[in-house]
Structure formats: structure tokens, C-alpha cells
T-cell receptor
Framework: AQSVTQLDSQVPVFEEAPVELRCNYS??????LFWYVQYPNQGLQLLLK??????LVESINGFEAEFNKSQTSFHLRKPSVHISDTAEYFC????????????FGKGTSLLVTP | EAGVVQSPRYKIIEKKQPVAFWCNPI?????LYWYRQNLGQGPELLIR??????VDDSQLPKDRFSAERLKGVDSTLKIQPAELGDSAVYLC??????WGLGGDTQYFGPGTRLTVL
């Protein structure tokens, strides 16, 4: 069975510092990987996704994630965070065995302070 | 382009009462999903529609939950009767790719926060 583990429930960080949000998954088949962000009182928005090809994927607001098949990870990184990045971040995986339904992790709360 | 619309945004009911949530997906999106998000957890799929057909309802508690998407556009999720444990945020999402193709981006609505007293 497929599963997603987000290792940190909360990540506090100062503004302009780098951040890494960790995500590990398990699956017996090829996967698609996603990061969604949820700002307070809003719905989830896709941040970036890995389908195939280059293992490094980037978002328009400076986040990037790298698919590491050997370590079954898809960690999210940003070299310098802003106050506005404060939000809940969800890693999700889908594969053929689940009918490509999204299976989400429990989320990581990123809190950026001045 | 309008996003996924959900109503109501908030609902407070007493246990054993019925409740219904409505979702209008992005125009042209033939795949619609209902998720439940418990406090401190990620969303969990309840049901997925391809047009008006429910293609995956294995996680829907069918004794009290029901859903419909009669014309393949908007959808309603109902709980009858509601229990205390049903308190959660109910999210609707839609995508343009057909189920089974994989990799499609799901667009989420703002959700309905249900509180059962």
C-alpha cells in the first residue's frame, strides 16, 4: 500500500532564512508527486509536481523539490522565505495502484517570523 | 476563470441532523472529487466522479453519506444523520484529465467547515 510521511508537523523559521520541508513516500510502482499549499481560510493550491523527466521541479514563487527515487523522498526547499510563505504544506503521491487518487501526508505548518 | 465554488463555507448543526454541501467545479472539468480533512490531517478522498459516474466511492461511509452529480457538473454531498465525528472540513476539487490518466492537477475549493454539536 502507498503511504506519505511528512516528518515535521511544524517548522518555525526566520524571514530570509532557507527552509526544507521533508516528505517521504512508499509505493511499489511508479509515482507522481505533488506539493500543495494551504493558506489560512483558503483551499489547497498546487505548488509544484513531479510527473517524469528532470528530478528537480520548481514553482513560480521560488520553491523547488527534488525527486529522489533511491531515498523515496520529495523534499521541498526554498533558499529564502518570506512572511507570506506562512501556510500549511501538504505532500501528496498518486500511483496506478490507487487509480491515481491523491494520497496526502498530514501536512507541515511553516511559520515564518521577522 | 472562476475557481471551484463551494457552499456553505461554514455549517453548525446538532448531531443526528442532516446536512448537505454543494460544489460547482471549474467549467469544463469532468472529474470531481470530494475530500474530508480532519483537524491536523491531510485531505482524504471520499468519492470521485467522472462526469456523472462515481468511479471510486470505496472510502465513502455509505450508511450515512451520499453524493450525487446528476448532470455531470455540480455535485452535492449529504450526511444523514450527522455524528460528532463528522466534524471536519469538506473539500471539493476538480480536474480536467480523465480518471486513470494520472498526473492531473486537482483544483480545490475553499471547503465547508462542518461542526457537529
Amino acid at each position: 500500500a502507498q503511504s506519505v510521511t511528512q516528518l515535521d508537523s511544524q517548522v518555525p523559521v526566520f524571514e530570509e532564512a532557507p527552509v526544507e520541508l521533508r516528505c517521504n513516500y512508499s509505493s511499489s510502482v511508479s509515482v507522481y508527486l505533488f506539493w500543495y499549499v494551504q493558506y489560512p481560510n483558503q483551499g489547497l493550491q498546487l505548488l509544484l509536481k513531479y510527473l517524469s523527466g528532470s528530478t528537480l521541479v520548481e514553482s513560480i514563487n521560488g520553491f523547488e523539490a527534488e525527486f529522489n527515487k533511491s531515498q523515496t523522498s520529495f523534499h521541498l526547499r526554498k533558499p529564502s522565505v518570506h512572511i507570506s510563505d506562512t501556510a500549511e504544506y501538504f505532500c501528496a503521491v498518486s500511483d496506478l495502484n490507487s487509480g491515481y487518487a491523491l494520497n496526502f501526508g498530514k501536512g507541515t505548518s511553516l511559520l515564518v517570523t521577522p | 476563470e472562476a475557481g471551484v465554488v463551494q457552499s456553505p463555507r461554514y455549517k453548525i448543526i446538532e448531531k443526528k441532523q442532516p446536512v448537505a454541501f454543494w460544489c460547482n467545479p471549474i467549467s469544463g472539468h469532468n472529474t470531481l472529487y470530494w475530500y474530508r480533512q480532519n483537524l491536523g490531517q491531510g485531505p482524504e478522498l471520499l468519492i470521485r466522479y467522472e462526469n456523472e459516474e462515481a468511479v471510486d466511492d470505496s472510502q465513502l461511509p455509505k450508511d450515512r453519506f451520499s453524493a450525487e452529480r446528476l448532470k455531470g457538473v455540480d455535485s452535492t454531498l449529504k450526511i444523514q444523520p450527522a455524528e460528532l465525528g463528522d466534524s471536519a472540513v469538506y473539500l471539493c476539487a476538480s480536474s480536467s484529465l480523465s480518471w486513470g490518466l494520472g498526473g492531473d492537477t486537482q483544483y480545490f475549493g475553499p471547503g465547508t467547515r462542518l461542526t457537529v454539536l
